[in-house]
Structure formats: structure tokens, C-alpha cells
């Protein structure tokens, strides 16, 4: 500390050796005074140090008004909960229970729900954000006012012509550049907390807020790219006023890039433009996203580092960031450890991975589909929550988010897991090839498996018996709605609800994947009302087929293979007991998805009471339109009027969303 005050001493033109006293910065190093310099030299001083409280003062009101929004919004929850499923007694549920249920919640809350929905739920400049909601840019948008507006504030734009002692005719143009520069660079130290607070997957923010930790990806990543703007701009400032506007050189510039803290600047400047470039999607796609994970994780704490060794004053910033990072990462191992601290076969207590079974469902076209079932003993999770597995007979160091397809019952002390994913590359690639390969092998096989979690919310916490309830899902993302419908068919039927599960497959035998939880939908889809639409997007009919007509067409050939009997069978019996039909819409080469702002707005025209819950998931594009068709079917005016058709809430799973 004492190098960086000789040299900034020496810069500032300080002349300690004179000082009645040193003047305490918070931050910066400490001012000699009075001044006894030229009166240009002490009016940049008053410049230099005066902006940098200022500047402190900002980034403690920035903080000031995000933790006062965290604590507003924390008590809000609390005081003001929304209404519980959990809260509605079980039995069956009539007209008046509805009623007191829908007029416990608020109208203004519903109505303003409603027009945020509208207005701020679609997309927004997709190829800049991404698939990001306007509600969420709008958020990063305020943030970034914020920074560029106090940027500026509070600061005097003149310039100092100053003389250089021992060294006629030769001048220092001191001008707010530099202070402008340290303004900047204060505020990336100042932001760096927050971006890790952004990114924990052992959310603080999710304690407070209830909002899933994926939420904030999106704000992490743009945090980030400002956090890489502020960091070039403090630099490039600095370079111009040591280089260009300081006399003399080329002495001076040498003599700056030779410093200590100089140097470490430097190495953060690097570290910043390579976690840019590595966090882009195409140095993802490059490099591998466990590659890109890991190293952020180590570059990003190399980064904290080298900020600490380049300005140490301003460390009340770095702490905080650190201690988060491994908060995260510590709480991380032990949720991990525990849940897998069980009773070995000897009898002593050790850590002991979980054994799935595997079922594989060969696809050389699109990829094979996996599906994992185990036990474990462990504390159910919530509907709607997932887990990291770790493959360990493929690495140890990589873990996967996978959610739950059953619902969490405890049975005997051991909670059932069930799971499928497709095989596309990396580890789920090799899952698939060490699946197929056991398999061929020997009838039944397993493999162990490491939990980490759960992690998310619950989805259906505030999902009372008034609300109409429409799944969406693409492919195996299946997985995020089914839980739904499960649960929901344990519940007493409630008079006048609609229910609809709308599937996109890109192959009919692409059932077979949830055969079981088929069946368990067909036990209860009559009393329950359940309309089931299966979309074929990559095979062709003549006709439009009903469910019995396109079983029949495949039987034979769907007989030959192992486990689809049982599921057209199940398939079959589930068309006697509700609405279920199976449309073939794709063909040969090419595929074709349902018309989903049809669907959509059918499902919500043709409730009878109540507001709608969409849950969805599935590919990126399909979460797009949903975001837009669910919007357009908001309404404030008409919610306010007493019409609840027209309050419809998007439940969606975005985790790897861009």
C-alpha cells in the first residue's frame, strides 16, 4: 500500500514532506493538505478527490436501493402472500369454496399482474438480449441508467495546464479524464458483488424474492458485459492521460507501466476480455460449456485477485464477492455430501452414490433418449424443482440440471427419482453410449449417480383449484410439465376446470418414454377431465388421425419392439377414458409444429370460470411465442372488470435459454 501511495503521491504532485496533516479517503489514498502546489495542481486534487467521494457516496446509494428493494419485496411476500394450494383444505371444492378463494385475492394485484404481462412479457430485440423478456431488459435498462448518469454527475469538465517541476517549458495537461476514469473503474469494483450474487446457485436472492436462480442468469451475463465496458473504458482513460497528456515522454509512460498495481491492472483488464470472449455463445459452441463453466469459475476468482493487488483501498467491494463465491461452492459440497451420507452395506454410515436403472431408446437420427428411475433416501423436493446429476462412471467433474419427471412421494423412507434426457454431446452423449452398451450386455443395468439440490421453486404453490391449467411441452421437456398433471390428478376434481397437456414429439413412439405416468394419467383423466394432444412433427398421415385409427396403422410393427406394446396398450385405454388424440402434422424431411396461438387461445376462450396457468418447456423458439401468444391473451381493463379468463400466467422452464 505504501508503493501505490508513492507513486500516485509522486503523480498528484503531493508534496507529503510539507503536509500539516493526511485527509482519510475511504477507498483512495490518503490527501496531503493543506495544498501547497501550484493553484492548477490543487484545484485537479480538489477535482480527483472530491469525485472519488462522490463517487462512493453513489455506489453506496446504488446498494442502498437494492437492498432496499430486496427487503420491500422480502416483507411484501410475507405480508401480502399470494393464495397457497397448500392452504385449501382437501374434499371436494364447489362453487362458493371458488368464489372465496378468487375473492381472497387481490383485484389490483390481478389487474396489474395482468398488464405487466401484456406489455412486458414478450421478447424483447431477440438478437441483442436474446430470449429475454422485456420485463427483465427493462430491469437491466433502469440498472444501466443509473450507471451512466452518475458516470457523469457531480463532476467539473475543465482542464489544468500544469507546470512539471526542475523541467522548463514542459507541462502536464491534467484534465477530469483521469478522475472520470477512476469514476468507472470504482464502479465495475462496485458491480462485482452483485455479479456474483447474480450467478449463485445457492441463491441469497432466490431466499428473498422467491424467483428461481436461473432468473438472474440474464442480468448476471449483462452485469458482466458492463462490469468488461467500465473495466476498458478506466483503462483506456488512464493510458491516454499517462501517455499522451503527461510530460515527459516517452519517461513517464515507461515509468507508469512498471508499477505494481499497474501491472496487476493489466492482468485484470486480460482476465475481463477473456471472460468475454469465452462467455460469448460462440466461444460456448467453441470451446464446450463445461469448459466455458469452469473456466469462469477460475478466471473470475483470478480476476477478483488481480482487482485486489491493482487498487486494495477499494477491497469492502472484492470481500463481499468473495465471500459469496465460496458461501456458494461450500454450501454446494455439503448439500451434496448429505444427501448422500447413508448407511453402507457393512452397517457403517459413509457416502454412498444413488444406483439408477437405465432404459435406453435408441434415435441414430435425433439423438437417444435415456431414462434413469432410483431410490433414495433423502427429503422430497418441490414440484417444479430440479437436480445437478453427476455421471460418475463418465466424470466426476461435470453435473447436469435434470428435473424430476414423478411427482416427490416418500415411500419407506426412500423418495423415487425418474428421468429422461436426449443424448446430444458431451456427457449425455456418453451416457447414452455407456446405456446402450450395458444393455446389450445383460437385460438390467444401473449406474450411480450424485445428487446436488434440489434447486428451483415450486410451481404449483400458488396453484389453487380455481385456476384452468394448460402443459406445453417440447420433446423431453415433458419432464417440467408432467409433475404438473400428476399432481394435479391426486386432487379432488373441481367442477368446470380445464385441464390440457399439448406435446410435441417428433416421433410417435417417442410415448414410450413416460409409458408408467401414461397410465397413471389414464386412471384418473375421466374424472379429472384431462384433454391429452400429441403432436407428431416428423412423420405424416394420409388422414387426420384419431388416437385408434393411428394405433392401428402402427400395431404390428410397434409389437416388434420391446416395451411399445404395453404403451399403445395404455395409449389405448387412456382414448376410453378422456379426450387423447395422437396428430401426425410433420413428414418425410421436414417437420411442422402445432399452431400453438391457436391452441392457446382456444384453451383460455373455452374456460368456464377462472384464470389460466401455462406451464411450458420445450425448444427455445417455442418459449418465444408462447411469451407473445400469452400475452396477447392478458387483459387488465376486463381483469379489473371481474373477468379472470383473462388473466393468464406463463410458468416456463428457461434455464439454458440465451
Not at 486480460?270 to 477460475?298: D, M
Not at 417440467?480 to 379432488?492: A, G, H, I, K, T
Request: net charge positive; aromatic share 10%.
Amino acid at each position: 500500500m505504501a508503493t501505490i501511495e508513492n507513486h500516485l503521491g509522486a503523480r498528484h504532485i503531493q508534496n507529503l514532506s510539507e503536509a500539516a496533516s493526511l485527509e482519510k479517503h475511504w477507498g483512495y489514498v490518503d490527501r496531503a493538505v493543506p495544498c501547497t502546489n501550484d493553484p492548477g495542481s490543487c484545484a485537479y486534487l480538489d477535482q480527483v478527490y472530491g469525485s472519488h467521494d462522490r463517487t462512493m457516496v453513489y455506489s453506496g446509494i446504488f446498494w442502498a436501493i437494492i437492498a432496499g428493494i430486496l427487503l420491500l419485496w422480502s416483507i411484501g411476500r410475507r405480508v401480502f402472500p399470494s393464495p397457497r394450494a397448500d392452504e385449501i383444505a382437501t374434499g371436494p371444492v364447489d362453487s362458493e369454496r371458488l368464489a372465496e378463494i378468487t375473492g381472497r385475492r387481490s383485484r389490483i394485484r390481478r389487474t396489474a399482474a395482468s398488464l405487466i404481462r401484456r406489455y412486458l412479457l414478450p421478447d424483447s430485440v431477440r438478437f441483442i438480449f436474446g430470449r429475454t423478456t422485456r420485463l427483465q431488459v427493462l430491469i437491466l435498462t433502469v440498472l444501466a441508467g443509473y450507471l451512466l448518469i452518475f458516470s457523469f454527475a457531480g463532476l467539473t469538465y475543465q482542464t489544468w495546464i500544469t507546470p512539471i517541476k526542475n523541467m522548463p517549458g514542459l507541462y502536464n495537461t491534467r484534465t477530469t479524464l483521469g478522475p472520470w476514469s477512476d469514476r468507472v473503474g470504482i464502479f465495475a469494483y462496485a458491480l462485482t458483488p452483485l455479479s456474483i450474487m447474480l450467478s449463485s446457485r445457492e441463491s441469497i436472492l432466490s431466499l428473498l424474492t422467491g424467483l428461481p436462480y436461473q432468473s438472474f442468469n440474464f442480468l448476471h451475463r449483462w452485469l458482466g458485459y458492463i462490469i468488461v465496458i467500465q473495466g476498458s473504458l478506466h483503462t483506456i482513460g488512464w493510458t491516454i492521460v499517462e501517455v499522451r497528456l503527461y510530460q515527459p515522454q516517452p519517461k513517464v509512460a515507461k515509468e507508469w507501466i512498471v508499477q505494481l498495481y499497474i501491472i496487476w491492472g493489466v492482468v485484470a483488464q486480460i482476465l475481463l476480455l477473456l471472460l468475454l470472449a469465452l462467455s460469448t455463445p460462440w466461444g460456448i459452441r467453441l470451446t464446450g460449456y463445461e469448459f466455458f463453466r469452469k473456466a469462469h469459475y477460475v478466471l473470475a476468482m483470478v480476476y477478483i485477485g488481480a482487482c485486489w493487488g491493482h487498487w486494495a483501498n477499494l477491497q469492502c467491494f472484492l470481500i463481499p464477492g468473495l465471500a459469496i463465491w465460496f458461501l456458494d461452492r461450500g454450501i454446494r459440497l455439503l448439500r451434496s455430501a448429505l444427501i448422500h451420507y447413508q448407511y453402507l452395506p457393512n452397517g457403517s454410515m459413509g457416502f454412498k452414490a444413488a444406483h439408477a436403472s437405465l432404459t435406453h431408446f435408441p434415435d441414430t437420427e435425433h439423438g437417444d433418449v435415456v431414462r434413469m428411475d432410483f431410490s433414495h433416501p433423502q427429503d422430497p423436493w418441490k414440484v417444479g424443482q430440479h437436480f445437478y446429476l453427476c455421471f460418475a462412471e463418465c466424470s466426476i467433474w461435470q453435473s447436469h440440471p435434470f428435473t424430476p419427471l414423478n411427482l416427490p412421494k416418500v415411500r419407506d423412507g426412500l423418495v423415487s427419482h425418474s428421468y429422461i434426457f436426449r443424448a446430444k454431446k458431451g456427457e449425455t452423449k456418453k451416457v447414452a453410449a455407456l446405456a446402450a452398451k450395458k444393455l446389450a450386455a445383460a437385460p438390467s443395468v444401473t449406474t450411480p449417480i450424485i445428487l446436488s439440490g434440489s434447486y428451483g421453486e415450486s410451481i404449483v404453490k400458488n396453484l389453487t383449484p380455481d385456476v384452468n391449467v394448460l402443459c406445453v411441452a417440447g420433446g423431453t421437456g415433458i419432464t417440467y410439465v408432467l409433475p404438473v398433471l400428476l399432481d394435479l390428478v391426486e386432487q379432488p376434481a373441481v367442477k368446470d376446470r380445464k385441464i390440457q397437456l399439448v406435446w410435441a414429439v417428433r416421433k410417435k413412439d417417442d410415448t414410450r418414454w413416460i409409458e408408467k405416468e401414461l397410465d397413471t394419467i389414464r386412471k384418473a383423466a375421466k374424472a379429472h377431465k384431462i384433454e391429452v394432444h400429441i403432436y407428431v412433427t416428423r412423420e405424416a398421415s394420409s388422414k387426420s388421425l384419431s388416437i385408434s385409427d393411428d394405433i392401428s396403422e402402427k400395431d404390428d410393427a410397434a409389437g416388434k419392439e420391446v416395451g411399445l406394446t404395453s404403451t399403445l396398450s395404455s395409449v389405448k385405454e387412456v382414448q376410453s377414458n378422456s379426450t387423447l388424440d395422437i396428430q401426425k402434422i410433420g413428414g418425410q424431411g421436414f417437420d411442422r409444429h402445432p399452431d400453438l396461438n391457436k391452441l392457446v387461445e382456444e384453451f383460455v376462450e373455452g374456460t368456464v370460470r377462472g384464470s389460466t396457468t401455462v406451464y411450458a418447456s420445450g425448444p427455445g423458439g417455442m418459449i418465444s411465442d408462447l411469451r407473445s401468444i400469452v400475452a396477447s391473451c392478458n387483459w387488465g381493463t376486463k381483469v379489473w372488470q371481474g373477468n379472470e379468463r383473462y388473466d393468464v400466467k406463463l410458468i416456463c422452464d428457461d434455464r439454458l435459454e440465451w
